[in-house]
């Protein structure tokens, strides 16, 4: 029971729209044990916000382990897999689960790669609906430094200021910084009004649509910068706290019955135009960037430069509202177009590849957390 789970990872598919990945490295995975804790920013000691914002500049600092052609560091790792399959994990059923994994591998690499033990944060967005210049998130000191500046939007100050990255869209690569353009009207959709609407519905298709909707939509638009880019958000350290918020929201619903919401999973694989969401259709249209649900684009702040009529720059793939790349979906073991348990949730080979049902409950296995 306490012996470590070795997980020795298999060859990557090949799959020949993408750039050659070399054979992923071991990694050694604990049981659950020790739970890590998941805690609001806020409830953060001092010394344990710092104890965190060293760690994930120590992610920035590590050198790429895995291969991927261009990766210079960690951090470009994990942004790497999400932009590489953005359109099948967004605006699908797999969205709240895919998410849920790539937040753990973010805490696991802390924790293996630069050895940290302390808290998980999340950011509690609805405290912070009206005030976002206040956010103790943007402290400059015990935070993530604050606004973007200037005609770049770069950030000027704290721990990540002119905080460089290297993928783009595309996968090309180059140096470009992380931008904000903070605004209190993106983060309005985390209203309680709003989280209280997602938290009354009744089945998983409803909850996962109504929580990629506004809730989702207020971090990524309230920060804005590359923080509203569908594809580069995970570059900002601030997505995985906004994403923490998110998955706290969806396991608030699956403890209101366990019995049931332990187990219940749906929706489609392939994100159709409209967004994939029943009866959806987004007003802005289908562009990347816009993390909004069905009807609602209200709150967008566009950033300065953003071009919404811009198609999408991923060459490799069709984008949201395309056909399902054969490559991917033919690895989903779902059977069909519909989410189930069964599906494949993969990493761009960081760790291992596990299956929604593996992440269902987030206070066993390889996710390992408790909210307090
Ligand atoms: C992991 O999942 C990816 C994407 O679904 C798939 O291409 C790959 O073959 C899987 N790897 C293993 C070892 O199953
Ligand atoms: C991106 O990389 C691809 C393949 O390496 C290349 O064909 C393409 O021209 C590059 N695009 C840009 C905008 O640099
Ligand atoms: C953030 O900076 C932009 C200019 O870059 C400014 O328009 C905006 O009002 C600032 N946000 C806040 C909350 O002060
Ligand atoms: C989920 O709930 C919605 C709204 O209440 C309903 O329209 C839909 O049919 C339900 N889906 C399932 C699979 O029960
Ligand atoms: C799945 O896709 C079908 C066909 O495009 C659509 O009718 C259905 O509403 C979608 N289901 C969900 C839950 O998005
Ligand atoms: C959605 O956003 C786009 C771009 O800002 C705008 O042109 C459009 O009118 C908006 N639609 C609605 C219904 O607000
Ligand atoms: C926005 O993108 C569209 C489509 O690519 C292009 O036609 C248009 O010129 C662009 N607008 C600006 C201001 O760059
Ligand atoms: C579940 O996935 C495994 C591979 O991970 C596959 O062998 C199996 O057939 C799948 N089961 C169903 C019911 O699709
Ligand atoms: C999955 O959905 C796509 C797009 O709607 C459709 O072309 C395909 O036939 C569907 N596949 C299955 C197995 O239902
Ligand atoms: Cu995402």
Known sequence: MFAPVLFVL???????????????????????????????????????????????????????????????????ELQYAHIIQVPYVHFVGAF?????????IHAHLLKTECNYDGPIPY??????????????????????????TGSSGCIADGPFADLTLHFKEDLN?????????????????????????????????????????????????????????????PGDPIFYLHH????????????LDLTTRLAEIGGNNTASRGGGFPGGGRPGGDFPGNPFGPGDNS???????????????FPGFPGLGGEPNKAFTDYFYDGGNVTTLN???????????????DVMDPRSGFVCAEYV
């Open 299 to 313: 709150s967008f702040v566009p950033p300065p430069g953003f071009n919404i009529s811009n198609p999408s720059p």
């Open 96 to 104: 709240l689960p895919f998410h849920r994994y790539f937040m753990a």
């Open 173 to 233: 690569t180059t140096d470009y910084c992380v931008t904000r353009f903070l605004n209190d009207r993106g983060l309005s959709s985390a209203s309680q009004e709003n989280i209280d609407t997602c938290l009354a519905m009744e089945n998983y298709t409803s909850i996962w649509s109504c929580l990629e909707g506004r809730p989702h939509g207020a971090g990524h638009g309230g920060v804005s910068g590359t923080m509203v880019n569908l594809f580069l958000s």
């Open 10 to 76: 298999g060859a990557l598919p090949l799959i020949s729209c993408l750039p050659s990945v070399k054979a992923p490295y071991e990694r050694r995975i604990d049981e659950c044990t020790v739970p890590t804790q998941r805690k609001s920013w806020t409830a953060l000691t001092s010394e344990e916000k710092l104890g965190y914002l060293n760690a994930d500049l120590c992610l920035m600092s590590t050198p790429s382990k895995s291969g991927i052609a261009g990766a210079k560091t960690l951090w470009d």
């Open 123 to 148: 950011w509690d967005e609805t405290a912070d609906v009206g005030n976002i210049k206040e956010s103790a998130i943007f402290d400059a000191e015990y935070g993530f430094g604050g606004n973007g």
């Open 343 to 357: 599906h494949t949730l993969w990493s761009a080979g960081i760790v291992q590849n596990i299956t929604i049902g």
């Open 244 to 255: 923490g918020f998110l998955d706290k929201l969806w396991w608030d619903w699956q403890a």
